[in-house]
């Protein structure tokens, strides 16, 4: 499927023309904070990235394992503007 593959953790407009981005990023939970604490401070993380994706890699396919991966994967399509091809994530039951 594809020839190459170079993986960046970098600046965003490394992710020029990228095929395929794997978002990652997002706060861990920490004592004395609500998981609802968390959800914010991800979504926050998650709308720059998304921004930055859109900015620089539009038509991207964006895979989404930052929990909660299926709300966050709305904000990510949300906040893209509705540039992506797709965003898949991966919701364990």
């Not at 706060?27 to 900015?55: C, Q």
Request: charged share 25%.
């Amino acid at each position: 499927m594809f020839k190459y593959c170079n993986i960046y953790a970098d600046k965003p407009e490394d992710t020029k023309d990228s095929d395929f981005i794997i978002i990652t990023a997002g706060r861990t939970e920490r004592p004395g904070k609500t998981r609802l604490v968390l959800f914010v401070d991800n979504v926050r993380i998650i709308k720059e990235i998304s921004e930055d994706i859109a900015r620089y890699s539009k038509d991207s396919l964006v895979i989404n394992i930052t929990n909660p991966v299926d709300v966050l994967a709305y904000f990510i399509w949300k906040f893209s503007g509705s540039y992506f091809q797709s965003v898949w994530h991966r919701h364990n039951t």
